[in-house]
């Protein structure tokens, strides 16, 4: 299991741009790859963006792609998460998680595939 800390959520205006941080406890194994997820109240939890720990290889959800950008600072132990051009339907919990078993790009797509979650960090756009 890997103890992982969300951080940098907060209440912004449309347009901003916001930088979540997802850090794992010191010591923790390496994961095969970390996740963004994101919730908001009466929806499904959905997929935002993935980063494979060893080729740096990310993935991004269609309907967000453009908008984002996940990179990892290995000194840090941290996933970063930047959100452009935020938007209202933005709001939402942010999740951050994480996979030590491998997956398929589609995989990475799937909650029921990572083993660790963060608590989550609220992040609220208002128009």
């Known amino acids: 299991q890997v103890h992982l800390v969300e951080s940098g959520g907060g209440s912004v205006q449309a347009g901003d741009s916001l930088r979540l941080a997802c850090t794992a406890s010191?010591?923790?194994?390496?994961?095969?790859?970390v996740g963004w997820f994101r919730q908001a109240p009466g929806k499904e939890r959905e997929f935002v963006a993935a980063?494979?720990?060893?080729?740096?290889?990310?993935y991004y959800s269609d309907s967000l792609k453009g908008r984002l950008t996940i990179s990892r600072d290995n000194a840090k132990n941290t996933v970063y998460l930047v959100m452009n051009s935020l938007e209202p339907r933005d709001t939402a919990v942010y999740y951050c998680a994480a996979t030590i078993l491998p997956r398929t790009s589609m995989g990475l797509t799937r909650t029921h595939n990572y083993g660790s979650w963060g608590q989550g960090t609220q992040v609220t756009v208002s128009s």
């Open positions: 980063i494979r720990w060893t080729n740096l290889n990310t």
């Open positions: 010191s010591g923790a194994s390496d994961p095969a790859a």
